[in-house]
């Protein structure tokens, strides 16, 4: 398979997905299905990577819009008319688009990858590594789709392909933010360094913001627990392949 979805969107029709790294061309550490620039994969695996998964998960790459990702909370409006390729040397974490057609994506490799659809054509990807999560992207997504009109009962968020708590081992400076931010999401294993759970956190942030229990999809499969499906950077270091996450709006 070459992407994941969840139920929870699918059940809305809404056209979204979670690349895998299976079905793809690259070899070595970028195998296979490597859809990320970034990290030295040769450029027409890649390209060729894209093609596939665009197939695969019904949309086009060329209205595909990306950001420069910085693990920061600023999000991004595709508003019509601007090109990908403008968008993508914009900084930014999360993306939210209202173009009939247009996607809007988010690379990952342990960091969680969150899409969200309103079911009235709105939608929104963010990309929320601990730093991010802890700066708050998810909720400024929320506030950004409510600025464009999405009620936020309507508001779904599902949590992509991630690192888990019990594989996220941290340092006590990351667990204190963490301590203020969601207690919840802090686990202290007896003779284990601290432990985060970025599903957790991510979840009480998103309820915090207004949306509904039954409306987040905290559930995700592990990138580090399973080596067969996905890349990850904690377990095999850069110079890796990237999953791409994306929603379309209609
Ligand atoms: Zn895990």
């Given amino acids: 398979m070459l992407v994941t979805t969840s139920p929870l969107l699918a059940r809305l029709g809404i056209r979204h997905g979670f690349s895998t790294r299976r079905g793809g061309v690259s070899t070595e550490r970028y195998a296979t299905l490597n859809v990320g620039a970034k990290w030295g994969d040769d450029p027409a695996h890649v390209a060729h990577n894209r093609k596939r998964l665009a197939a695969a998960g019904g949309f086009s790459l060329e209205r595909l819009f990306t950001a420069r990702q910085v693990h920061g909370a600023r ?16 900084e ?8 009939p057609e247009s996607v809007v994506g988010v690379y990952t490799a342990d960091c969680v990858p969150i899409v969200f659809a309103d079911g009235e054509g709105r939608v929104a990807a963010a990309h929320a590594g601990w730093r991010g999560t802890v700066q708050g992207v998810a909720p400024a997504t929320v506030e950004a789709l409510v600025s464009v009109g999405a009620r936020r009962e309507s508001i779904r968020a599902a949590l992509g392909p991630s690192i888990c708590a019990h594989c996220f081992e941290v340092g006590e400076e990351v667990a204190a933010e963490f301590e203020r931010l969601a207690p919840s999401a802090v686990l202290r294993p007896a003779g284990q360094k601290p432990h985060v759970d970025l599903w957790e956190a991510n979840r009480r942030l998103l309820l915090d913001a207004g949306l509904a229990l039954g409306n987040i999809d905290a559930s995700p499969p592990c990138t580090m627990c399973e080596a067969e499906r996905f890349f990850s950077f904690r377990r095999d270091g850069a110079k890796i392949g990237q999953h791409l996450s994306f929603v379309v709006a209609r």
């Fill in 92 to 99: 930014a974490d999360a993306l939210v688009s209202v173009v």
């Fill in 75 to 90: 999000v991004a409006l595709v508003v019509d008319g601007v090109l990908p390729e403008r968008v993508a040397t914009v």
